[in-house]
Structure formats: C-alpha cells, structure tokens
C-alpha cells in the first residue's frame, strides 16, 4: 500500500476508545479489504496500549477511586481513552481478587462465571453482581482486546496456515510444517520450511511464514527482530506474507522477501526433478573389482 493511503487510512481510523470507525464503508472508500481495515485498526489501538501502560499502571490508585465513587469500568476506560477489557484487567488486579492472570481472561469470557473464580471470601454479593455487569459492559464495547477478539485473531492465524500449505501442495513444493519442525527438534520455526529451496522473482527462499495481518513498519521491525531473522541466521533467505497487505518501504532485509498473496506457481522457480531408474540389486550387472597389480 502506498505510504500516502496508508496513513489517511490509519488516520481514519484513529479514534477515542469510545467510538469505533465504519469498517465497510472505510474499505469502499479506500478500495481495500475489510479485513485490511480491521487490521490497521487493531495495530493502531495495540499500539495506544503499548504507549500507555505503564501510566495505567502508575494511575491505578485514581482510577480504582472513580470505581470506588461509582463509575463504572468502561467509563474509567474512555476517560482514559484505553480498550475497556485493558482497563478492566488492571482495576481486578487492584481489587485483589486472587484471580490471577489466567482467571482474569477466563471472568472476561464468562463474567457469569466471576464468583466461582474469586479467591477473596467475604464479598458483598452487590460488588460481584456490579462487577460482572462491568465485564460484560467492557467486553461488548470492545472490538480490539476482549478474549472473543483474541480468539477470532488465532481462528484467523491457523486458517491463513491452512492456506499456506495448500498453495504449497497446489505447486508441488515439499515442505515441513511448523509443527513438524518443532516435532524435529527446532526452536522459533517458520510456518514451513521447504524441503529444497525455490526462487521467487529471483530471490532464493528457504522458509515461509505467513501473517494474517497486515504489515505495518512497527510490527514488522519488531518481526524482523524477534523471528525473521532468527530464521535467516538458522535455515538461510525466507518469504514472509502478510496476507492482508503491507504499507511501501518495509524496511529491508537481503534475507526476507515481502509479499502480500502466495506467488503464482509460474514464478516459483524449482529444480528439476531427476528421473532416476531404480535397479534391483538381482538384476545389477556384476563388476568384479579390480585388484591392484
């Protein structure tokens, strides 16, 4: 995507954590998909997450006062401009629930399920009442961080796996999976490592990972650290895909080719396959050795 349309459109879809952009009608006017839009939306809100934290964390004790006043947690978190479910993790640490990290996520799937999993005894049956009416209220107004959004990025994930290697198999190259290298004994694997490695427009490619996203310059610059080239260093030049499109002037890497979509079997260049006539050893001629004079 050309850097100019890409940041009108992240533009566009920058906005308080109490509104939400119009994703079809954004994806008309950019001539883009809607899982596109969806995407540069959600790095945009993980990325106002990241810069804000660490104040959240420092801003507990007033906003733990505003929920203790009577504001509930979604408002807590649009005067913060933060993701409802982000906000509510940290206000149920505050409150000492003996949830954990693993009993906050399971609250915010089933916020019935709150009582059950709270570790405090005493608890006035009001305070759980309201706060299972907050959960539920942060995870409906929250399209980015609530768990049914975790989960559809993961449905997502595996599904452009399958994708991948199907349109492997459809071009006859041979491959592991992720799951068979880690089955091998690798650490930190692409999604499929070739058997043999191809040409893609001239560029020698040893693995491939796909990303069901969209390439913006700070994920992949965190990629590039954390995994490709890792990659390089291990199994040599790969091709990552970022299925949804990525903005122009990635920052280069010799090692990793960027494409948006699998290439064309026509310009996948592999070598040629020997034909090899296999002989049983009855039927080898005998050659008797020859003894040295």
């Known amino acids: 995507m050309e850097i100019g349309k890409y940041q ?21 006017a950019f001539a883009v998909s809607e899982d596109t839009v969806r995407c540069i939306y959600a790095q945009e809100v993980q990325s106002r997450v990241k810069k804000r934290h660490a104040a959240l964390l420092a801003g507990i004790e007033a906003a733990m006062t505003r929920f203790d006043n009577g504001d509930d947690m979604v408002q807590i978190a649009y005067a913060l401009d933060l993701p409802p479910c982000i906000v509510a993790r940290r206000l149920l640490e505050a409150l000492r629930l003996g949830l954990g990290r693993a009993g906050t996520t399971l609250a915010l799937r089933d916020p019935a399920a709150l009582p059950s999993l709270v570790k405090t005894p005493g608890l006035a049956d009001t305070l759980l009442a309201r706060l299972r009416r907050d959960l539920e209220a942060c995870v409906a107004a929250d399209a980015v961080c609530c768990p049914c959004a975790d989960s559809a990025r993961a449905r997502a994930g595996s599904a452009y796996e399958e994708r991948l290697y199907a349109s492997l198999h459809e071009a006859g190259v041979a491959f592991w999976t992720e799951g068979g290298l880690r089955a091998r004994g690798f650490f930190k694997t692409p999604d499929a490592k070739l058997q ?88 080898a001629p005998f050659r008797p050795a020859v003894q040295a004079a």
Not at 21 to 28: D, G, M, S, T, Y
């Open 8 to 28: 009108r459109l992240l533009a566009s879809v920058t906005l308080p954590s109490s509104a939400e952009p119009h994703i079809p009608a954004l994806a008309r």
């Open 196 to 283: 043999v490695p191809v040409a893609v427009g001239g560029r020698v490619v040893h693995w491939i990972d796909s990303k069901a996203t969209f390439g913006d310059a700070r994920m992949h610059r965190t990629q590039l650290a954390e995994q490709y080239e890792l990659y390089v260093n291990r199994f040599g030049p790969g091709m990552v895909i970022y299925w949804h499109g990525y903005v122009e002037g990635l920052l280069e890497h010799p090692g990793v080719l960027v494409v948006d979509e699998f290439p064309a079997k026509s310009s996948i260049l592999q070598l040629p396959c020997l034909s090899v006539e296999l002989v049983r050893p009855s039927e």
